[in-house]
T-cell receptor
Framework: ETGVTQTPRHLVMGMTNKKSLKCEQH?????MYWYKQSAKKPLELMFV???????ENNSVPSRFSPECPNSSHLFLHLHTLQPEDSALYLC?????????????FGSGTRLTVV | QKEVEQNSGPLSVPEGAIASLNCTYS??????FFWYRQYSGKSPELIMS????GDKEDGRFTAQLNKASQYVSLLIRDSQPSDSATYLC???????????FGKGTRLHILP
């Protein structure tokens, strides 16, 4: 375990469903991130939260909605997704958002949209 | 030019040899550089970070940074089959204050 826990590990959802991905970190970090990893593409940053405040929204479609109720928990709410949204969704955390820290990733949620 | 470029591989290296993984980046102002290892079906794991020109060694891993050439590399000595994975280079892009990942290089250590 890395100290960053994601649930569920796998998710299959229809295009009309609503679901949520959960991330919890036990590292005392102040920054949390959502990344999308698709085949043959680099990791794509979706959202950044620092001390529960969103500091980055990387032009992500509104069908993805993040929520950060406290510095240990991060959610990604999903609704009316498209098949091209199928990917591995990774949560990460770091001590701060400054450039000198690497990230600790969770195990990811493998999402399939049917 | 892409912000962070890596050869996608696969790079095949005999067991016991040195594996050399390379990465170039476009932002001259970048200050932080990271190497992550990602096994198939798993999430990336940070294995090295480097901030100054030169070499940084950690066990069998050596990161090398040349800011003038905008080049960062990872050397793995005495390669083991367990080193077979995809290696992601990540670079801080100063102008955007974010870390950008390369597509990764797939490394295969031949027993």
């Amino acid at each position: 375990e890395t100290g960053v826990t994601q649930t569920p590990r796998h998710l299959v959802m229809g295009m009309t469903n609503k679901k949520s991905l959960k991330c919890e970190q036990h590292l005392g970090h102040n920054a949390m991130y959502w990344y999308k990893q698709s085949a043959k593409k680099p990791l794509e940053l979706m959202f950044v939260y620092s001390l529960e405040e969103r500091v980055e929204n990387n032009s992500v479609p509104s069908r993805f909605s993040p929520e950060c109720p406290n510095s240990s928990h991060l959610f990604l709410h999903l609704h009316t997704l498209q098949p091209e949204d199928s990917a591995l969704y990774l949560c990460a955390s770091s001590p701060e958002t400054t450039e000198y820290y690497g990230y600790t990733f969770g195990s990811g949620t493998r999402l399939t949209v049917v | 030019q892409k912000e962070v470029e890596q050869n996608s591989g696969p790079l095949s290296v005999p067991e016991g040899a040195i594996a050399s993984l390379n990465c170039t980046y476009s932002d001259r102002g970048s200050q932080s550089f990271f190497w992550y290892r990602q096994y198939s079906g798993k999430s990336p794991e940070l294995i090295m970070s480097i901030y100054s020109n030169g070499d940084k060694e950690d066990g069998r891993f050596t990161a090398q940074l040349n800011k003038a050439s905008q080049y960062v590399s990872l050397l793995i000595r005495d390669s083991q089959p367990s080193d077979s994975a995809t290696y992601l280079c990540a670079v801080n892009i100063r102008k955007d204050d974010k870390i950008i990942f390369g597509k990764g290089t797939r490394l295969h250590i031949l027993p």
